[in-house]
């Protein structure tokens, strides 16, 4: 794959940052896509944009500010609480999301010549949403490679990952303190460990003590 082109879809998180790693070491050209669709903290984007240029990678940010009308949520409304009740998708799902970035991204893709894009959905650790389970992705690429008559290939190189194996793969990518010092993966917008206190940040935090404890006992 080292001679082919591809875009990771890219929000300057911990698992689309290792995603980002991960392309780069497979393939021979890496853009990244960012979409706004006016989440709740707009440093989600600045933090991509830095990323992406202090790697070098050429990078797009798409206006999706109709999903944010679409399908408010936890995510792009501040009077909504973060919360995930038992039996009921969290407050944090957006409907339709991957569906109309890894759209978008593909076309994008194909102005571009990429065959591949690269996503950081997980069926692991996927809070239950819908839309980052392996059956959508595969329902997809087929779609993508009717609807626009070109041979994608969509890579989840994080599906079957728990959050300590995502962190073991940026160890192996060299990444590890990148990703864990740069990235914004907190529900309220803290950069690096986050605010400790999220869903998002707690996940993170118990991945990442894990895979050290692993990584310290197989050294010791």
């Known amino acids: ?7 990771v879809v890219f929000s300057g998180g ?5 995603c980002l ?3 780069l070491k497979q393939f021979a050209e890496v853009e990244a896509v960012t979409f706004d669709y006016n989440q709740r903290h707009r440093l989600e984007i600045e933090v991509a944009s830095s990323i992406a240029e202090e790697l070098g990678i050429p990078h797009t940010v798409l206006d999706m500010s109709l999903l944010n009308q679409l399908a408010p949520n936890a995510l ?8 995930h009740k038992e039996g009921e998708l969290p407050s944090t799902f957006v409907d339709g999301r991957n569906l109309l970035f890894l759209s978008f ?16 959905v997980c069926e692991t650790d996927f809070s239950g949403y819908p839309d980052c389970r392996d059956i959508f992705i595969k329902s997809l690429n087929v779609t993508l490679n009717l609807a626009m008559d ?4 969509i890579h989840t190189p994080l ?11 940026a160890d192996e990518l060299g990444a590890l303190e990148f990703v864990r010092m740069k990235t914004l993966t907190c529900y309220n917008g ?4 986050g605010c400790g206190e999220c869903p998002a940040c707690k996940l993170r935090k118990r991945g990442l003590e894990q895979y050290m404890a692993e990584k310290k006992g197989a050294i010791g």
């Not at 911990?14 to 290792?18: I, R």
């Open 150 to 153: 070109y041979q994608f290939v």
């Open 105 to 120: 991204a593909a076309v994008l893709a194909k102005q571009k010549g990429a065959r591949h894009l690269v996503t950081g």
């Open 1 to 7: 794959m080292k001679k082919e082109k591809a875009v």
């Open 76 to 83: 792009t409304r501040s009077d909504i609480v973060i919360e």
């Open 159 to 169: 599906m079957w990952l728990n959050k300590a194996e995502t962190w073991k793969l």
């Open 190 to 193: 803290v950069i690096a460990d």
């Open 14 to 18: 911990q698992d689309s940052t290792t």
């Open 21 to 23: 790693f991960w392309a």
